[in-house]
């Protein structure tokens, strides 16, 4: 395997397009290998809007960017203020070459800089393993539904 060259910075807005096209390629196509075709359409039925992304990551929580040599995003990674670690996705073309790991390490750094006792998530199939790898603990398995399709994840949490 041919190692990706990527480095991790902090969110810069001109990255929303990229990684709203990443978040529904991503669950688009990664998520198709837990979930089904029903499933995965349920959690990502369109591409997000650019504005959206925009808005979520000024309010509040600390977002990273995997960036390529050539500057493009590979993925992303938030936490919202309170713990809760609420998107962590890469694009299908950079998954399994260590993107997720190293964005979910500056993210637990962030984490421990402002003095977070305690991280949360709502882990999906794919991601549950990373999760656990970086000290996260399975809580319980969360079945629920999106746009009536019944769908599932783990809560998961760490302490710091």
């Keep these: 395997m041919t190692a990706l060259a990527f480095s991790i910075r902090p969110y810069d807005p001109a990255d929303a397009p990229e990684m709203a096209r990443l978040y529904f390629d991503s669950a688009r196509e990664i998520g198709a290998r837990r979930y089904s075709a029903e499933q995965v359409a349920a959690w990502a039925p369109v591409p997000v809007d650019p504005e959206v992304v925009r808005r979520r990551a000024a309010d509040g929580r600390m977002t990273w960017v ?3 040599a050539d500057g493009a995003v ?3 990674c938030d936490l919202e203020p309170d713990g809760h670690v609420d998107h962590l996705y890469c694009r299908p073309d950079a998954a399994g070459k260590g993107v997720a790991s190293a964005l979910l390490d500056a993210l637990l750094d ?3 800089a402002a003095g977070m006792p305690r991280l949360y998530v709502e882990a999906s199939e794919l991601a549950r393993g990373l999760f656990a790898r970086k000290g996260f603990t399975v809580e319980r ?3 629920f539904e999106v746009r ?3 769908i599932h994840n783990y809560a998961m949490e760490r302490r710091l």
């Design 66 to 68: 995997a960036a390529g």
């Design 74 to 76: 590979l993925g992303y």
């Design 110 to 112: 962030g984490a421990r």
């Design 141 to 143: 398995r969360r079945d």
């Design 148 to 150: 009536g399709v019944a």
